[in-house]
């Protein structure tokens, strides 16, 4: 139980195009997502939560008109990099919470989306 | 405070010894502690989680040991196999955030 998918997982745009990442949560309705973002050889950043049904809360220094997430239903959330720049270009990850976890604050990560901007 | 300083960075074990990394946090209003396994190109995948007001927890070959007053708890990988190479991050959680440590690359050589 508790499986997260992430679509695509590796995509290639260019420089000015806008690119939407999809998390689903497989087998458990995820009231609340979260999306990351990890450089090589580093430490996950959380970029921000998405609760489902409201907007999303941003972490300081990420921008939330670059990073759009929606959070449409109780298993999808998206993020969209708009106007994508070779910086842009990292493995981004996001997890779902699973309510009925034993520890509640339990979060389960999708196998993550590796974004290259040309 | 929201750091989780993690060691150490790297770790190279032999088959069947005993893998042990440390995490230390600042912010006592963390409540939740769970560990991490990463493998190259994949998500992190849950591996054991601890509550403070427990100072030990096993499951299997995995062991968190957390000391509050310390501010400090640890993963221990018992009998650890070649397959268990992979980097490992602990994390401290707070409502439903998560503020992870910066990793260990974990080596098991035969």
């Known amino acids: 139980g508790a499986v997260v998918s992430q679509h695509p997982s590796w995509v290639i745009c260019k420089s000015g195009t806008s690119v939407k990442i999809e998390c689903r949560s497989l087998d458990f309705q995820a009231t609340t997502m979260f999306w990351y973002r990890q450089f090589p050889k580093q430490s996950l950043m959380l970029m921000a939560t998405s609760n489902e049904g409201s907007k999303a809360t941003y972490e300081q220094g990420v921008e939330k008109d670059k990073f759009l997430i929606n959070h449409a239903s109780l298993t999808l959330s998206t993020l969209t990099v708009t106007s994508a720049h070779p910086e842009d270009s990292s493995f981004y990850i996001c997890?779902?919470?699973?309510?009925?976890?034993?520890?509640?604050?339990?979060?389960?990560f999708g196998p993550g989306t590796r974004l290259t901007v040309t | 405070q929201q750091q989780v300083k993690q060691s150490p960075q790297s770790l190279i074990v032999q088959k069947g010894g005993i893998s042990i990394i440390n995490c230390a946090y600042e912010n006592t209003a963390f409540d939740y502690f769970p560990w991490y396994q990463q493998f190259p190109g994949k998500g992190p995948a849950l591996l054991i989680a601890i509550r403070p007001d427990v100072s030990e927890k096993k499951e299997g070959r995995f062991t968190i040991s957390f000391n509050k007053s310390a501010k400090q708890f640890s993963l221990h990988i018992m009998d650890s196999q070649p397959g268990d190479s992979a980097t490992y991050f602990c994390?401290?959680?707070?409502?439903?955030?998560?503020?992870f440590g910066t990793g260990t690359r974990l080596t098991i050589i035969p």
């Open positions: 994390a401290a959680g707070r409502w439903e955030k998560l503020t």
């Open positions: 997890s779902a919470r699973d309510p009925g976890g034993g520890m509640a604050y339990e979060q389960y």
